[in-house]
């Protein structure tokens, strides 16, 4: 186990990068503590495979130094690092039993035999195949393999951390909660540090303690699931998690305060924004609108254009200032017919420049 | 539901049934006929029961054949085999050196068979050929068209420079198709190099491998061409393999009889055994 940092870590697949987007990875300085259980959430592409293969050590960066535990291990190899890893195509040597593909790392490491069977065994246990250890691993199905892969990591050990990339990728979807609620209890009970990396927000929201949003080579934020739903610092992350995404209105400043469609709207503990420049926009979430009621005042004029039934709530698109907006009415709330007025939650409600936060 | 049963199909398989028959069916009848009749010419023929058969399996002549055969197949699958994995091994993944590799490795089975037995030929020839002329220069007694050791070396060389690539190209094959991963993995296991073939490498290329192994088998069994070039069976009968001898009775002393019966013992040989081995690579898949 150990407390993972990454220093002015940049990486480029080309020999000689010039331009900011030959970099696969930009700039990155991380500090994962031990036992952690971290996720890497992004779209396809935007370096989150790069930045694990390079803690991994299958991967050497381009500038920059990876720690463990104060140890620069930037040149070691996967092997010297102890680390393990679980791919997305599920890795098991098909002529061993699953026995054996669970002894494999210990007996490759010269451990004796009554060790080897006592760590199998316990691992076994704990991943639920017991029962099927003298099978060909050739023979089980995709979670099944997966597991495989899991307890070669977890047999070791001396083993820093556990890297899963995009494990659950071809596993059916009636199996994948199984496994990942499994995930997080051997988690909690043998307090590895693992880090595991999903393009899909659900796995990345349940699975960690803290998660890292990349886009485009970058981090955008490290938070924990709270954060990343109630202030995202970046309008991509508003986009990118929560179903549907963020409402991102273009706006201008007036007196300090942000107007969408020349109507005032409070945001957050914003103090004076001043004569901001740079391309403004305000985020809410649709769970943070609501209609307007009597009594209320003020509010952005909206027509509504679109209801979508989601079953506890429905989805309502509105649309004001030639822009939509989208918000969640829970069963049973009134819609109103065509003009409305739509407030925001003033505490949820931030304000972005060029896509950073500033209120 | 109601099935439409309509017996037209059979017309459009009729073309096919007639083409199998015409160059397959028909003529190894031909030959079943030949093989239980005795003839002393002008088309007249006599019925000779399993006499042939009798005659070619009890003959000394076949055994050696057959011997000299089985020798031949089983070194040159145990050289082609192991060599063919093992340069496959240590060709480039990736990179522009790939279509270099591979299009070196497919130049000898480009060229024609017959080619292929007259350059070897002239490349043995002990006072001409660079081959030859350079290991008698080196101090070796080497003479292929003299002595049964040497023609036996020079033909196993052969083989194995025209045959070795296509174990490589399908070897390269199974290989290329393993993925990234299953290194990766390997390596954070901590498998040493050899574990990595023995567990990863070697199962992945078992079908292609399988493949590699059934067609050296046949083939080999039925070489003709390269060897009749080479040394036409000699010197004496050392290098007479199964096709050799067989033609040596049909169309040298025109026994149709003895020949058609060793065609059949010779077909159902090979059938045999790649049936063999077909089954016993294939026993542990099911498992």
Not at chain 2, 7 to 16: E, G, H, I, Q, R
């Amino acid at each position: 186990m150990a407390k993972i940092v990454l220093d002015t870590l940049r990486h480029a697949y080309m020999p000689n990068p010039t331009q900011d987007s030959d970099w696969a990875l930009k700039q990155l300085d991380l500090e994962w503590e031990d036992g952690g259980a971290y996720a890497l959430l992004g779209p396809s592409g935007c370096g989150k495979t790069t930045l694990l293969s390079i803690i991994s050590g299958l991967l050497r960066p381009t500038h920059g130094r990876v720690f463990f535990d104060g140890q620069d291990v930037t040149d070691l190899t996967p092997e010297q690092r102890h680390i393990a890893q679980v791919f997305q195509f599920p890795v098991v040597y098909d002529t061993m039993t699953v026995y054996d593909n669970l002894a494999f790392p210990l007996r490759n490491r010269g451990v004796d035999e009554k060790h080897v069977d006592q760590r199998v065994r316990e691992i076994a246990g704990m991943i639920d195949l017991t029962h099927m250890l003298d099978n060909r691993a050739a023979g089980l199905t995709a979670d099944g393999k997966q597991k495989i892969s899991l307890g070669r990591g977890l047999v070791r050990s001396d083993v820093n951390a556990i890297m899963f990339d995009e494990p659950l990728t071809v596993i059916d979807p009636h199996l994948k909660w199984q496994l990942r609620s499994k995930l997080k209890e051997l988690h909690q009970r043998v307090r590895t540090t693992m880090i595991y990396v999903t393009h899909d927000q659900t796995e990345a929201l349940t699975f960690a303690d803290k998660v890292v949003v990349m886009n485009q080579g970058e981090v955008v934020q490290i938070g924990t699931p709270v954060d990343l739903f109630e202030r995202p610092q970046h309008t991509f992350v508003g986009h990118f998690i929560g179903s549907p995404g963020m409402n991102v209105l273009p706006c201008e400043v007036a007196d300090g305060r942000p107007h969408v469609a020349g109507i005032a709207v409070q945001a957050g503990g914003s103090g004076n924004l001043g004569s901001a420049s740079g391309k403004l926009e305000v985020g809410v979430r649709p769970e943070f609108v609501r209609f307007a009621e009597a009594g209320d005042t003020g509010g952005l004029p909206a027509r509504v254009v679109k209801v979508s039934d989601a079953g506890r709530f429905r989805i309502v698109e509105a649309e004001a200032a030639e822009t939509r907006i989208k918000l969640l009415v829970p069963e049973g709330g009134d819609i109103p017919q065509e003009q409305a007025h739509l407030l925001f939650d003033p505490d949820h409600t931030a304000v972005y420049r060029d896509g950073w936060i500033v209120a | 539901m109601n099935k439409t049963h309509d017996n037209k199909a059979w017309f459009f398989v009729l073309p096919v049934v007639a083409l199998v028959a015409f160059n397959a069916v028909i003529p190894l009848m031909t030959v079943v006929n030949y093989s239980v009749q005795e003839t002393f010419g002008d088309n007249v023929f006599f019925w000779a029961g399993v006499m042939w058969f009798e005659q070619v399996l009890q003959s000394e002549r076949f055994h050696d054949a057959l011997f000299r055969q089985l020798a031949f197949t089983f070194t040159i699958l145990l050289i082609e085999v192991p060599l063919g994995v093992a340069i496959a091994l240590t060709m480039p993944k990736k990179g522009p050196w790939v279509p270099v590799c591979l299009v070196l490795m497919a130049l000898p089975l480009l060229i024609p068979w017959n080619v292929v037995g007259a350059m070897w030929n002239i490349f043995a020839l002990p006072d001409i050929g660079l081959l030859g002329r350079s290991l008698n220069a080196l101090g070796f007694d080497y003479n292929f068209t003299r002595q049964p050791g040497d023609a036996w070396f020079t033909l196993i060389l052969m083989d194995v420079w025209h045959w070795t690539s296509l174990v490589v190209l399908l070897a390269y094959a199974g290989l290329v198709s393993i993925p990234d991963a299953y290194y990766q993995a390997a390596k954070i296991d901590g498998a040493k190099p050899f574990a990595v073939f023995r567990y990863i490498q070697l199962p992945k290329m078992k079908r292609v491998l399988t493949i590699a192994v059934l067609l050296r088998f046949m083939d080999s069994f039925m070489i003709y061409t390269e060897l009749s070039v080479l040394t036409g069976g000699g010197p004496g009968n050392s290098t007479t393999l199964l096709s050799i001898d067989l033609v040596k009775i049909a169309l040298g002393q025109f026994d149709l009889g003895p020949a058609a019966a060793m065609s059949l013992i010779y077909f159902l040989i090979i059938l045999a055994l790649s049936w063999v081995f077909y089954t016993l690579m294939m026993r542990n898949e099911q498992q």
